[in-house]
């Protein structure tokens, strides 16, 4: 006598119930997966801009090191580099301290823009289409013979203090926007010879 199978053999494939709930897995593993990749994207992009702000700060360090001595006034008139300074933000006023302004005395009025550290914002953009925005700013700091920080103090041997801000603003990056990246160097008033400060910082 013929009997009738009821049992689905395992060749007759998926329900659709249960193709239905395949694929919600998926989904929900999918979900999880693409907020990983953007956190990774946004840390390593964050990382990028961070590296290459560093590198245009350590380039304009350089630049100011090709300067002898004085050199690295030149065309700073004392206009320009005042009205620079009111711009400057607490994070370079806090690496500047009390140390005075320095500049060209004998550089026309209004030429810090065209200076070899010139007093106006350079303006840098990265294949990310970033742009970042360098500021110089120089000032004039004393070294006491016992070897303690430079200081204004006018004992000593005279240094540059060349402070290099650098600013670019990227969403989600920086916790107070721009992001800030500061770094200084000492340079001998009588030659190029820098001496890195051991103050560099991102903000």
Same mark, same amino acid.
């Given at each position: ?8 053999? *395992?060749?007759?494939?998926?329900s ?7 694929a919600s ?11 990983f990749?953007l ?6 992009? *964050?990382?990028?801009?961070?590296l ?30 005042? *009205? ?8 370079v ?6 140390? #005075?302004? *320095? ?15 010139p007093?106006? #914002? ?8 970033v ?12 070294q ?32 107070? #926007? ?6 200084a160097a000492q ?8 001496v890195?400060? #051991? ?5």
């Amino acid at each position: 006598m013929a009997t009738t199978a009821n049992r689905r053999s *395992a060749d007759d494939g998926f329900s659709m119930l249960e193709a239905m709930v395949a694929a919600s897995i998926v989904a929900i593993c999918l979900v999880g997966s693409i907020g990983f990749v953007l956190t990774a994207l946004r840390t390593t992009r *964050a990382q990028a801009s961070l590296l290459f702000a560093v590198t245009l700060a350590t380039d304009a360090v350089e630049t100011a090191r090709t300067q002898a001595g004085s050199a690295v006034l030149k065309g700073r008139d004392l206009n320009s580099v005042q *009205a620079q300074w009111s711009t400057a933000t607490a994070r370079v006023r806090a690496v500047v301290g009390a140390n #005075p302004l *320095a500049v060209d005395s004998t550089a026309a009025s209004g030429s810090g823009a065209t200076a070899t550290l010139p007093t106006v #914002p350079t303006v840098t953009t990265d294949a990310n289409g970033v742009t970042y925005r360098r500021s110089y700013f120089v000032n004039r700091c004393w070294q006491p013979t016992d070897g303690t920080t430079c200081q204004s103090t006018a004992t000593g041997t005279a240094y540059l203090l060349v402070v290099v801000d650098l600013d670019w603003s990227v969403r989600g990056q920086c916790d107070q #926007p721009p992001c800030e990246y500061v770094t200084a160097a000492q340079l001998a008033a009588n030659n190029a010879d820098a001496v890195f400060d #051991p103050f560099a910082d991102t903000v």
